[in-house]
């Protein structure tokens, strides 16, 4: 049995890629995956049917092998280079703290940069099942 890891899946569109082992692009439709997968991250392994479309081959019966793949965990920055940015981030907020106690919002651009750093902090933070 063939297997490979997800190259790519849009759970919108139904479908995606497989790169098996072998190094060959395998189309992955929505219908391959188990009956109680909706969805499959990308570098999840798998093994599958093969046959031969009209465009090429692509997957059948797909079963995942393994955990699933985390995106965040790869690419989370190292914990000392988060105690950096934790620290920055408290400067920031302690600023806007002060802002708030004198009774004054601080401004849109400052608004609008310290939420997107909230946001990116938070994901570096967010832990996948």
Known sequence: MPSGKVRWFDAKRGFGFITSDDGEDVFLPASALPASVTTVRKGSKVEFSMVTGRKGPQALDVQLVGPTASIIRATRPEPDDMAAIVEDLIK????????????????????????????????????ES
């Open 92 to 127: 920031l907020l302690d600023s806007a703290g002060g802002k708030l106690r004198r009774h004054h919002y601080p401004s849109e651009a400052e608004s609008r940069k310290l939420a997107a750093l909230l946001r990116a902090v938070a994901d570096d933070f967010d832990v």
